[in-house]
């Protein structure tokens, strides 16, 4: 289903500090994730996609991992700047279409 | 590369009038396109997907009547919102999918705020 309730999770994190957002999926059947990041009166921005046949993937100052087992998705940054700070949505790609399906999101607020 | 513009970026209406954005993909092709709506604080909610040279596949719930829906070339596809009333102010996105070489990755627009009043 899509996201309900008015209040994203926040994550607040000190400038300089290494962030971990966690997002979890449902359909066993997707094979393409991807993480986007948007901030306030944006669109969202591409960060890094992962396909199902890998558990790791690493991109410039994020890292993208999957556990295929319980269904979990995470993006870590590395080095949180100011800029960081924005909403980040997991979204997958169900097999059999081409259809993306969006997480709930979460907020990173970075603390300089 | 992979641009994806949006026009207007922001929009007021009186309720009952109707109003078009316009989504580009400005350096690449868009065999399809998708149109999501996203009220304050919530996620993207995907309304219907535009194809280029056929009718657009809405999402279970969505009007098609209110929400028109027009993919006349590789690199726009129109969203018209008819008989906008208040209830239809949002914030409308658009993506496009790259189709050369086989890419999943949708881009996203900037996306077109409404407020209708």
């Known amino acids: 289903g899509e996201s309900v309730g008015l209040h994203l999770p926040t994550l607040s994190v000190q400038e300089g500090d290494n962030s971990i957002i966690n997002c979890a999926y449902s359909?066993?059947?997707?094979?393409?994730f991807i993480w986007y990041k948007q901030e306030s009166g944006k669109g969202p921005q591409f960060i890094i996609d992962?396909?199902?046949?890998?558990d790791k993937r690493q991109g410039q100052r994020v890292t993208v991992l999957l556990n295929k087992t319980v269904k979990h998705l995470s993006l870590q940054i590395a080095a949180t700047q100011p800029g960081d700070s924005a909403v980040y949505f997991c979204?997958?790609?169900?097999?059999?279409?081409?259809?993306?399906?969006f997480g709930k999101g979460n907020q990173v607020v970075v603390i300089p | 590369g992979a641009v994806v513009s949006q026009h207007p970026s922001w929009v007021i209406c009186k309720s009952g009038t109707s109003v078009k954005i316009e989504c580009r993909s400005l350096?690449?092709?868009?065999?399809?396109m998708f149109w999501y709506r996203q009220f304050p604080k919530q996620s993207l909610m995907l309304m219907a997907t535009?194809?280029?040279?056929?009718?657009?596949?809405?999402e279970q719930g969505v009007e098609k009547d209110k929400f028109l829906i027009n993919h006349a070339s590789l690199t726009l596809s129109t969203l018209t919102v008819t008989s906008a009333h208040p209830e239809d102010s949002s914030f409308y996105i658009c993506?496009?999918?790259?189709?050369?070489?086989?890419?999943?990755?949708?881009?996203f627009g900037p996306g077109t705020r409404l407020l209708v009043l």
């Open positions: 993506s496009a999918r790259d189709a050369s070489g086989g890419e999943e990755t949708q881009y």
């Open positions: 359909n066993s059947a997707s094979d393409y």
């Open positions: 992962i396909r199902s046949n890998m």
């Open positions: 979204a997958e790609n169900r097999w059999g279409n081409n259809r993306l399906a």
């Open positions: 350096d690449f092709q868009a065999t399809t």
């Open positions: 535009s194809n280029e040279g056929s009718k657009a596949t809405y």
